[in-house]
């Protein structure tokens, strides 16, 4: 089990130094991952729409079993059979305790749908934002590449105009982070 975890942590390490010294890649990988991700929550869409559906109808038919059975109430009064008009009201009650839950599943449903519906717009705001980025680096003509360990070492021990200038990588790694520390908050405010 450790050689699979070194040889798994090793090829993460390889892939992201290819990676930095192919920012249009990463730039690709991460517009991939934001893809999926987006793809994902649709899906959820979808699914949480079906079930606030099933719902609705739920508590419609809910509903109707409440007014037949009041009007139930109202017959066995009228025929003076307590013991029936009793037995009417349990059923009812329960019914409306049954409708309540109801309600409260479509509730939950339905904030469901706003926060992934946020989530979406964030995610499809950030490809796009990604799609952008790649569209930029495509029509340079210089291709970016990031600096070398060495020549970071030298702008990192002396700040001058060249270290404001140049892509930095771990800027961009942060960056990544960032996003991916939102979009888990977002997935946990979703999941409550």
């Not at 987006?38 to 079930?51: C, M």
């Not at 109707?64 to 059979?81: D, L, P």
């Not at 404001?164 to 405010?189: G, I, N, S, Y």
């Amino acid at each position: 089990m450790g050689v699979f975890e070194d040889m798994s942590r090793l090829l993460e390490e390889r892939l992201d130094e290819f990676l930095k010294t192919h920012p249009g890649l990463e730039l690709q990988v991460l517009e991939d991952q934001l893809r999926e991700q987006e793809a994902e929550v649709q899906k959820n869409l979808r699914q949480l729409a079906a079930e606030e559906q099933e719902a609705q109808q739920n508590i419609l038919k809910t509903a109707e079993e409440v007014q037949r059975w009041h009007g139930r109430i109202a017959k066995a009064e009228q025929a003076k059979r307590p013991d029936l008009a009793q037995a009417a009201r349990e059923r009812e009650a329960a019914f409306l305790r049954q409708g309540n839950q109801q309600w409260a599943q479509m509730s939950l449903a339905q904030q469901q749908i706003q926060q992934y519906k946020a989530l979406a717009e964030q995610v499809q705001s950030r490809r796009q934002d990604v799609r952008a980025k790649i569209r930029q680096q495509a029509q340079s003509k210089v291709p970016q590449t990031p600096p070398t360990p060495q020549a970071w070492q030298e702008t990192a021990t002396r700040p001058d105009k060249n270290f404001f200038e140049a892509p930095d990588p771990l800027e961009a790694r942060f960056k990544e982070l960032e996003m991916e520390q939102e979009l888990d908050a977002l997935k946990r405010q979703m999941g409550k």
